[in-house]
Nanobody
Framework: VQLQASGGGLVQAGGSLRLSCAAS????????MGWFRQAPGKSREFVVL????????MYADFVEGRFTISRDNAKNAVSLQMNSLKPEDTGVYYC??????????????????WGQGTLVTVSS
């Protein structure tokens, strides 16, 4: 499975960005997909998970309703709409995939594949 993330960039606080992740794989609809992020000098942290059905999701508490994840199984794609961005949202955002049902969605080691990351910078 290969993951290609895109859509990062520089935005002012309060602005929006939409991240995209294109995935390979014949059984994409069975994968749990998600996003992690890593701020400078910090460890990677969980942002959001979406199950294969595209309905069930899990968000980190810090999202506070500002982000929305979606997937299009016909296109092997996942998107993350990020609104009301804050400077503390700055970091590299990684698209992740798990071939099996993820129970510890907050645990980086429980994901099988990682994309290359896309940089999000939010200026104050």
């Amino acid at each position: 499975v290969q993951l290609q993330a895109s859509g990062g960039g520089l935005v002012q606080a309060g602005g929006s960005l939409r991240l995209s992740c294109a995935a390979s794989g014949r059984t994409f609809s069975t994968y749990d997909m998600g996003w992690f992020r890593q701020a400078p000098g910090k460890s990677r942290e969980f942002v959001v998970l979406i199950r294969g059905d595209g309905v069930h999701t899990m968000y980190a508490d810090f999202v506070e309703g500002r982000f929305t994840i979606s997937r299009d199984n016909a296109k092997n794609a996942v998107s993350l709409q990020m609104n009301s961005l804050k400077p503390e949202d700055t970091g590299v955002y990684y698209c992740v995939a798990a071939l099996q049902y993820v129970r510890r969605w907050y645990q980086p080691d429980d994901y099988d594949y990682w994309g290359q990351g896309t940089l999000v910078t939010v200026s104050s």
